[in-house]
């Protein structure tokens, strides 16, 4: 029964001595069993940065596939508009009468929304970060939510736009036999071959468009990494907070004592 007379050990406060000219407990000494938090830290702003230039990169794409679009298919219902009353040899009409427009007007208000979105997050980039931020948190969310079918109405509605070339619609006619007999009789007010060719470019803009929306996919992917490696960092900065003497040795420059903080 001897043990309940020994004296405590005066040594349970005193940590080994660390390496001459090394810092005590310094951060970037220990692993802890992960890697270096310097080396967490580096990979973090890697994935931080290709994040923000995939998404600007995304955007920046969109909007101009957008503004090409809305700017053919505007000019094409403006050529219909403003010529389809004008009359031709044997009494009869430029356009077909009556003339299918859903497709044009689908096709037109979808690139309209996403341009509207990819105008706010380009101008809040110009902003700032901070800005920024704010406004990709509003866009992920709703992107979030709408994404598969935003990517579906892109698929549709460049399909339906293609499978409505019937002849009625504004497509079909100006790429049919039709318009190519009466060309000489028009050439004065519209010319059904640029406008064939115009809205066929729109069609292959919107199936580059439908495709780049799988880029969001990707940057998603890259987000979910990059939370998943700040669970780690963070694991890594609560194992070195948790090691014996680092927050009695904070002040790195500080000479180290041995036992200082004891109680």
């Not at 004008?86 to 208000?109: D, R």
Request: aromatic share 12%.
């Amino acid at each position: 029964m001897g043990y309940f007379n020994d004296k405590p050990s005066s040594n349970v406060h005193i940590a080994s001595s660390p390496s001459p000219g090394e810092p005590p407990y310094s951060a970037s000494s220990r692993q802890s069993g992960f890697a270096s938090l310097p080396d967490l830290e580096k990979k973090d702003q890697k994935y931080k940065r290709t994040i923000r230039v995939l998404r600007f990169i995304s955007r920046l794409v969109s909007l101009v596939l957008n503004a090409f679009m809305i700017g053919i298919l505007s000019f094409a219902l403006a050529k219909y508009y403003l010529t389809k009353n004008h009359v031709i040899a044997g009494n009869q009409k430029a356009w077909v009468t009556p003339a299918t427009l859903w497709p044009t007007f689908m096709l037109l208000g979808i690139a309209a929304v996403t341009f509207c979105m990819n105008v706010v997050t380009l101008c809040s980039y110009l902003c700032g970060v901070g800005a920024a931020n704010k406004s990709q948190t509003f866009t992920t969310l709703v992107g979030s939510i709408l994404l598969a079918v935003h990517v579906v109405s892109w698929a549709v509605a460049a399909g339906l736009f293609k499978m409505a070339q019937t002849g009625t619609d504004l497509w079909g006619y100006t790429c049919s036999s039709r318009a190519d007999e009466i060309q000489v009789q028009v050439n004065s007010f519209v010319n059904f071959g640029k406008l064939c060719n115009l809205q066929a470019g729109a069609w292959y803009a919107s199936i580059i468009q439908a495709v780049a929306y799988l880029l969001t996919f990707v940057i998603t992917f890259l987000a979910l990494r990059r939370m998943s490696h700040k669970k780690k960092m963070q694991k890594v900065r609560d194992s070195i907070a948790l090691e014996p003497g680092y927050n009695q040795n904070v002040d790195v420059g500080n000479d180290y004592n041995p036992g200082v903080g004891k109680s």
